[in-house]
């Protein structure tokens, strides 16, 4: 329960079954933790340098089973994009925009790193861009005004300096704000995009958690839903 009087809000601590639920670490294979530690990090904003040389793309499916708890499955339209130059956050955007104006994305050479029945968890390989595009049911959304994704490491610190960054999330029109959803239920925010700055230089992997920020119904008393995946970040070894 939060803090603020004039709200009710319920929560809703989601775990995903299946594959997705596995995280590959140095130690093996084995499961993510329940029930899952919230992250509370923003991620840091205005990352101006060259870094990203390609897009990846996840169409993320997500269902609710009888239980109430969610299935999630990368769609086949999944996959990289490759730049012969750097991608910039203005390619981002035409990306996102091409993405709406056509009803889905382009062709892609490359499949994603990760196979599709991991989702939620995404892999990099490259310095890149994330782009994150949820089917969801009618009335999940990600949280407005709040970022849409929280990290467990703090990315604006030293000791991760801007390893990942430039959060953006787009309404259904495609138009774009830093740092918190601008959604709503009638122009829902159900995609972002975000840089990934580092790569692991080892051949093992990095696990980075992150939540996803929903919420269904409406105010005075939304359900907010949080759920955990990992960025498994390992280099292209």
């Not at 904003?45 to 993320?60: G, H, P, Q, R, W």
């Amino acid at each position: 329960m939060n803090d603020d009087d004039k709200k009710t809000h319920r929560f809703r601590s989601l775990t995903v079954t299946g594959l997705g639920t596995l995280v590959n670490g140095r130690g093996g294979l084995d499961f993510r933790n329940n029930p899952l530690t919230q992250s509370t990090n923003p991620l840091p904003s205005n990352v101006t340098d060259d870094f990203a040389k390609e897009i990846v793309y996840y169409k993320l499916s997500l269902n609710w089973t009888a239980s109430g708890v969610p299935n999630c499955l990368y769609a086949s339209v999944s996959g990289v994009k490759r730049y012969d130059n750097t991608v910039t956050q203005d390619d981002v955007q035409t990306f996102i925009n091409n993405l709406i104006e056509q009803g889905g994305p382009p062709d892609f050479s490359v499949v994603p790193y990760n196979s599709l029945n991991d989702a939620p968890n995404i892999q990099v390989k490259y310095p890149c861009y994330v782009v994150v595009d949820m089917d969801v049911p009618p009335g999940l959304r990600f949280i407005d005004g709040e970022p849409a994704i929280y990290t467990q490491h703090d990315y604006r610190s030293a000791n991760y300096y801007h390893y990942y960054c430039n959060l953006m999330q787009y309404d259904g029109d495609g138009n774009a704000t830093a740092g918190h959803s601008s959604g709503n239920i009638e122009n829902p925010c159900c995609l972002i995009s975000f840089g990934v700055r580092h790569i692991s230089p080892y051949p093992t992997w990095e696990l980075d958690y992150f939540n996803y920020n929903l919420e269904s119904g409406s105010d005075p008393s939304p359900t907010f839903h949080y759920i955990d995946p990992v960025i498994r970040n390992r280099g292209p070894h």
